[in-house]
């Protein structure tokens, strides 16, 4: 069961905020600028604005000597401090802050790999040439895994942790991988955290060479540069993007009657025997059907999709194909990063959030710059629909290198 939520986003940093501004479908698209040699490179982007971590966290309603802790770390990305901002919220979300609970029956799973790009870029040019003077923090930093050590010290957690990756799939391999621990039975509460993918410039020209990110057409505005499943769709906006999901038992939640906004029902996962970032239709629909079996349920039961949605050409065509093939023709469907861009590792926890506030407040959020659907015969929502009822949703999350997942989410 989800009990407690915490996410950043360029719309929004908090559940409160990101929940206002999904409703009112707002974006915030604009670009950034690297001077790199001789050369002025302009990528656009959804940047999560106004994060002041030491204003933000005392905010939040946790015990005094937490929130000290979490003021006084010092020498952490930027990618680890967005991550813990979300893990302590989600924390208080849950109301875990007032409970007496066994710090080995808590574990943390952080989902993403290469998450701190851009400090470690930062640190390695400011040392070039005089490496004696190399903070010996990076020895820490530049691992994956400081985003668990963080947050255990601080909450003292002292149960399993790990990170996982899989590309833009590793926010579901994440929940994918709480859920697991929970339905083991060796954990009551799971942090499934997804850490801001904080890109160098390296990446950001990477992902365009590859054809994979969006460019901005002279005389185009950022804003009208990510159309996902639009015929004139270009390739995904990066968009900054962080968030923590708290999963526990069923038991453990009625034990202390806490109610949850809703249950992981079931989950598929496949690979495509591909190195490539090109997907596969058939991947896709086998991981669909996959996690609705494993919830019990029929295709026809699914009321709506929180697509993968990228606004790549081939991305987004291959998903309807597959979404064709699963039987949900005609599903209520929109996608998340047409409000927010792409979040890559941090994608599918922040997606799952969404489509948890949705199913709780009875909306579903509309799809910016969808004007001229690739596809007629699913229900894209392209303006908010409130007052909806949603029983089952499907959030799908497609990494490259084949690897595909999907997640059936119940209300409950």
Not at 94 to 101: F, K, S
Not at 351 to 362: A, F, G, R
Request: aromatic share 8%.
């Amino acid at each position: 069961m989800a009990s407690g939520l915490g996410v950043i986003t360029p719309t929004g940093i908090g559940l409160p905020q990101f929940t206002a501004a999904l409703k009112e479908g707002r974006t915030n698209f604009s670009d950034i600028t690297f001077e790199y040699s001789d050369q002025v490179l302009r990528f656009p982007v959804g940047k999560a604005s106004d994060f002041d971590f030491q204003t933000l966290v005392a905010a939040i309603n946790l015990d005094s000597r937490v929130i000290d802790k979490a003021k006084r770390m010092r020498n952490i990305s930027a990618s680890t401090v967005y991550g813990l901002y979300c893990a302590l919220s989600a924390w208080a979300d849950a109301g875990l802050n007032d409970t007496d609970i066994d710090p080995a029956r808590v574990a943390i799973v952080s989902g993403g790999s290469n998450t701190q790009q851009a400090a470690l870029q930062m640190t390695q040019d400011k040392c070039r040439g005089k490496m004696q003077f190399m903070n010996p923090n990076y020895g820490v930093n530049f691992f994956d895994t400081d985003m668990v050590g963080v947050i255990s010290e601080i909450l003292g957690i002292t149960g399993e942790g790990h990170s996982i990756g899989a590309a833009s799939a590793s926010g579901n391999m994440a929940i994918i991988q709480g859920h697991r621990l929970i339905s083991s039975g060796e954990y009551d509460v799971v942090l499934v955290v997804a850490p801001l993918m904080d890109l160098s410039v390296y990446e950001y020209q990477g992902f365009t060479a590859l054809g994979a990110m969006a460019a901005i057409p002279a005389e185009t505005a950022p804003g009208a540069v990510c159309r996902p499943f639009d015929n004139t769709h270009g390739g995904f906006v990066y968009g900054q993007s962080a968030g923590c999901l708290v999963l526990e038992s069923a038991t453990y939640a009625a034990r202390r009657r806490k109610q949850a906004y809703g249950t992981i029902a079931g989950y598929g996962i496949g690979i495509d025997a591909n190195r490539g970032p090109n997907p596969s239709a058939e991947g896709e629909k086998n991981a669909m059907l996959a996690a609705i079996k494993a919830a019990g349920i029929t295709s026809g039961e699914i009321n709506y999709v929180n697509t993968h949605g990228t606004a790549s050409p081939t991305g987004d065509k291959t998903e309807v194909a597959a979404m064709l093939a699963a039987g949900l023709a005609g599903v209520r469907a929109n996608s998340t990063k047409s409000l927010i861009g792409h979040g890559l590792t941090a994608a599918g926890l922040v997606e799952c959030i969404t489509s948890l506030i949705q199913m709780k407040e009875n909306f579903l959020h509309r799809s910016n710059n969808l004007v001229n659907p690739i596809s007629d015969e699913i229900d894209w929502i392209k303006d908010t629909v409130s007052a909806t009822d949603v029983n089952y949703t499907l959030s799908n999350s497609f990494g490259f290198g084949g690897i595909n997942t999907s997640i059936v989410i119940r209300k409950n």
